[in-house]
Structure formats: structure tokens, C-alpha cells
């Protein structure tokens, strides 16, 4: 398949780098040996090079974000800016003071896609420092994708920090009266709002993880939704997220059958698990999480709702434990 891993990191974040790719060769990529493309505000230096490709069984791309993605447009005023970063620190709002977490959301919300060294594949796997693979993978994802005729994917959901979003759903209605061409039938509207698209009950799809169609997010619809929030401001005014911002787009632009859940995938990004809930499946896989832990039937969780909409039936209920 003509798809890469892609990783944003800083140098520093090279041996949980290190431990995620360990995970991923391990338990998926030695049998298929796909690409790594690596993403960096600044220059890769010679150690993180060093040590991510020697663990990479395919090939190893080391790319810098141009300056125009990762800065502020020049319509974001400062002194507004940075107030909102004062009082989120009072709030304790998480990441809320940071100006490079902004970047960064922004950067994954609107631009990896399009980033050069990515322009040449069709589908990506996103992967986060210090993440754990508790099962092996033993077909290709990718292909799966393509097959299906999937085009975003996930592993947790769950709901997000009302004070890191306030206005989010405000300008996605804006959009929404502005594009309604690109609002797709049989959506997954349900999945992000329980009043029929009057409010957002801040459920998203957690993008440390995501498996997904390059095409899609470069297409107009896509596009033409990013620049309508980046416009907007809230990725500086407020602390948008790309989880929120990718989900949206999901569940409003794809139909209901394009979103995909692994649950195969057990996956820890911390603070969440993701325990596949077949023992059966589990035994035959190498598995080694806890399926106690498993985030995904917990309260704080969204997937329930996943399944009530695309009329599935939870594992646990037919055979746990
Ligand atoms: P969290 O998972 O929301 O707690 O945030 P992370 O610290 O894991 O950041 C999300 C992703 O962005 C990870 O892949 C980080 O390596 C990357 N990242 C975060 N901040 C920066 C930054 O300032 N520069 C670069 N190059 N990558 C960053
Ligand atoms: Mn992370």
C-alpha cells in the first residue's frame, strides 16, 4: 500500500520515539516495512536520526515544517493571544499557557498532510512518543482501510475540555450554512451532538492514534473547514485541539461507514487504554493488556455511543472474561 507512519517530535523526544517505533516494528511494520516520516519545527539532529532509522524496517523521512505553518497568521492579535494564555494558566487549563501546544494543534489540524515529504502517499498512521502496542497486528491495516472504503479510524474517544473549546461548534455551524455541498448523508452527526446539531457534547476521536485517507483531509471539503476555523482564530484565541478539529470533520463530511474502530488495535496513550474485549482474540494475539483497563466502556468514554449509532454490539456483553 502506498501509505507511512508520520511523527511529529522534538529532538528531545527521541527515545519515547524510540520506544513507539520499537512497539510498532514489533508487533506490525517487520512484517510489511512501511515509510517513516518524520516532522520537526527545527532540524532533526544527528542522534534522533541515527537512532529512529536504525529501528525502522522501512524507509526513514526527516522533514522541516515550513515557518508559515508553524507561526501565528498575521490577523491573530497578540495582545489577545496572550491573555487568553494568562487566564487558562490561572484555570489550570491543560497546555492552555503554551504557544508551541497551539502550533502544534494547528500544525496537525491543517498542514502534516501537505507537508512535502507526505504529498506522495495516500494513507498515514499518526504515531505519538511513548505509546504501547499490547497485541500483535497481523494484517494490513492499510489495506483494510482501502478495502473498506474507510477513511478515518480510531482507537478512544472520548470528551473534551469545554474551556479549551468554547466556540468550536459556533464556527462549525458557520461552516456548515456556508458549506452545506459538504455535509454528507448518513453522517455521523449523532456521534457529536445528542440535539440534532444545536450543540456539541464534546465528544472526539483521540488523534494520538489515527489511521486515515491523506486524499480526504487534502480534499476541498477538508480544507475549505480548516481554513474556515483557522480564520476564526480559536486555534490561538482559544487552545482548539486536532482531536476535536479532526473529528468533526469526521463525523460531519464522512458517511457513518467511513469511520472506523480498531478494535483489534490495543493501544496506551497515557492516560488510556484500549483492551481489545474478545478473550479469544486476546489469546491469539500476543496480548498482555489488562481488560480491566480498558477505557472504552468507561464513563469518561465515547465509544458506547460509536456503536448505538452504527448499530454494533459490544464484545463485552456477549463474552468478557
Ligand atoms: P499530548 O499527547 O496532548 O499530551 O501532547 P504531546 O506532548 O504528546 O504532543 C503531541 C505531538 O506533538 C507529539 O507527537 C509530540 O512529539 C509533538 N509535539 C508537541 N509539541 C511539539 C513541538 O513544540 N515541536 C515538535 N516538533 N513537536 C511537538
Ligand atoms: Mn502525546
Known amino acids: ?54 529501528l525502522i524496517s522501512g524507509k526513514a523521512k526527516y522533514g522541516k515544517i515550513p515557518e508559515e505553518h508553524w507561526s ?7 495582545e489577545r493571544a496572550a491573555k487568553v494564555r494568562e487566564d487558562m494558566k490561572e484555570k489550570n487549563v491543560i497546555y492552555g499557557d503554551s504557544v508551541s501546544y497551539r502550533h502544534m494543534c494547528r500544525y496537525e489540524s491543517g498542514f502534516f498532510f501537505r507537508h512535502p515529504l507526505m504529498l506522495n502517499y495516500d ?30 479510524s480510531f482507537v478512544i474517544s472520548l470528551y473534551e475540555y469545554i474551556e479549551t473549546i468554547p466556540t468550536l461548534w459556533e464556527v462549525t455551524k458557520t461552516f456548515i450554512k456556508k458549506f452545506p455541498e459538504h455535509i454528507a448523508n448518513g453522517n455521523s452527526l449523532k456521534f457529536v451532538s445528542d440535539d440534532d446539531g444545536e450543540n456539541y457534547n464534546r465528544c472526539h476521536f483521540w488523534s494520538n492514534f489515527e489511521i486515515g485517507d491523506l486524499n480526504w483531509l487534502r480534499s476541498k471539503p477538508y480544507i475549505d473547514y480548516f481554513e474556515t ?8 484565541y482559544e487552545r482548539w485541539g486536532d482531536a476535536p478539529v479532526h473529528s468533526l470533520a469526521a463525523a460531519l463530511m464522512l458517511k457513518k461507514e467511513e469511520i472506523h474502530f480498531f478494535d483489534e488495535i490495543a493501544y496506551f496513550h497515557n492516560p488510556f487504554t484500549h483492551c481489545p474485549s474478545n478473550k479469544q482474540y486476546r489469546l491469539a494475539n500476543n496480548c498482555y493488556c489488562n481488560p480491566n483497563e480498558n477505557f472504552d466502556w468507561q464513563d469518561y468514554s465515547c465509544t458506547a455511543r460509536f456503536y448505538k449509532l452504527n448499530n454494533m454490539v459490544p464484545v463485552k456483553d456477549l463474552n468478557q472474561h
Request: charged share 30%; hydrophobic share 40%.
Open 1 to 54: 500500500m502506498n501509505a507511512t507512519f508520520v511523527t511529529l517530535a522534538r529532538n528531545i523526544d527521541v527515545w519515547e520515539v524510540a520506544k513507539s517505533i520499537r512497539r510498532v516494528e514489533d508487533r506490525f511494520n517487520h512484517n510489511y516495512n512501511y515509510d517513516w516520516v518524520f516532522l520537526n519545527n527545527e532540524d532533526f539532529n544527528d542522534e534522533f536520526k541515527e537512532v529512529t532509522s536504525a
Open 72 to 78: 501565528f497568521p498575521e490577523f491573530v492579535d497578540q
Open 123 to 152: 494513507w498515514y498512521w499518526r504515531v505519538e512518543p511513548g505509546i504501547e502496542l499490547h497485541c500483535d497486528i497481523k494484517y494490513d491495516t492499510f489495506r483494510f482501510m482501502a478495502e473498506h472504503k474507510k477513511k478515518y
Open 229 to 236: 476555523l483557522d480564520n476564526a482564530g480559536g486555534f490561538f
